[in-house]
T-cell receptor, first 116, second 115 residues
Framework: AQKVTQAQTEISVVEKEDVTLDCVYE???????LFWYKQPPSGELVFLIR??????QNEISGRYSWNFQKSTSSFNFTITASQVVDSAVYFC?????????????FGQGTELSVKP | DSGVTQTPKHLITATGQRVTLRCSPR?????VYWYQQSLDQGLQFLIQ???????AKGNILERFSAQQFPDLHSELNLSSLELGDSALYFC??????????????FGPGTRLTVL
C-alpha cells in the first residue's frame, strides 16, 4: 500500500524564520514520484515540485528547497526566510509508476502560519 | 492560474438532489482527474479519464459518476446527495495518461454545500 504522512498538522513561525515541513512516504514501488502542492487561503492547489525516485539530488528554487532521502523515505520541504505570503496548507503527494493511471496519494497537509 | 477551469465555484443544494460539476482541462492535456477534499477524509482521488476513456478509479461512490467528452471537458455528476458529500471538489489535468511522469495541474475547485 502507498501512504504519505505529514506528522506536523500546524506550524506557526514569525516572518524571516526558516521552517521545514516533513513528509514521510511508504511505497513498494521502486519507481515513484513525489510532489509538493501549496493550498493558499484562496483554496486552489498550486504545484511546487515533482521528483522521481532515482533523483536524490536536493533542489533549490529561490527560498524553497527540498531534501529527498530515500534511506529514510522522506521528502522534506524547507522555506528559508519565511514571509507572510507563505501562509498556506502544504501537501506532500506520492504517485507510483505501477498505479492505475496517475492518481496522487496525498498526505493530510501541514498548515503553515507565518506571522509578521 | 493553472489553466484548468471549473464551474461553478460554489454550489449549495439540498439532500437528495443531483448536481453536475464541470471541468475544462489545460490546452493540450488529455487526462482529467477528480479529487474530493473534505475535513475528515482529506484529499482523495475519485476518478481519472484519459482522452475520453476511464483510466483509473478511486473510492468513488456509486452515486457519483463522471465522463469526459470529445472536446476533453469533463463532468462529475453527484446524485442522491447527502450531508457528508459537502466538500471541495477539484479537477486536475495532465498531458498524458498519468503513468506518474505527468504533473497534475489543479483547477480552483468547486465548493459543494449540501443542506
Amino acid at each position: 500500500a502507498q501512504k504519505v504522512t505529514q506528522a506536523q498538522t500546524e506550524i506557526s513561525v514569525v516572518e524571516k524564520e526558516d521552517v521545514t515541513l516533513d513528509c514521510v512516504y511508504e511505497t513498494r514501488d521502486t519507481t515513484y514520484y513525489l510532489f509538493w502542492y501549496k493550498q493558499p487561503p484562496s483554496g486552489e492547489l498550486v504545484f511546487l515540485i515533482r521528483r522521481n525516485s532515482f533523483d536524490e539530488q536536493n533542489e533549490i528554487s529561490g527560498r524553497y528547497s527540498w531534501n529527498f532521502q530515500k534511506s529514510t523515505s522522506s521528502f522534506n520541504f524547507t522555506i528559508t526566510a519565511s514571509q507572510v505570503v507563505d501562509s498556506a496548507v502544504y501537501f506532500c503527494a506520492l504517485s507510483g509508476v505501477y498505479n492505475q493511471g496517475g492518481k496522487l496519494i496525498f498526505g493530510q497537509g501541514t498548515e503553515l502560519s507565518v506571522k509578521p | 492560474d493553472s489553466g484548468v477551469t471549473q464551474t461553478p465555484k460554489h454550489l449549495i443544494t439540498a439532500t437528495g438532489q443531483r448536481v453536475t460539476l464541470r471541468c475544462s482541462p489545460r490546452s493540450g492535456d488529455l487526462s482529467v482527474y477528480w479529487y474530493q477534499q473534505s475535513l475528515d477524509q482529506g484529499l482523495q482521488f475519485l476518478i481519472q479519464y484519459y482522452n475520453g476513456e476511464e483510466r483509473a478509479k478511486g473510492n468513488i461512490l456509486e452515486r457519483f459518476s463522471a465522463q469526459q467528452f470529445p472536446d476533453l471537458h469533463s463532468e462529475l455528476n453527484l446524485s442522491s446527495l447527502e450531508l457528508g458529500d459537502s466538500a471541495l471538489y477539484f479537477c486536475a489535468s495532465s498531458v498524458g495518461a498519468g503513468v506518474s511522469t505527468d504533473t497534475q495541474y489543479f483547477g480552483p475547485g468547486t465548493r459543494l454545500t449540501v443542506l
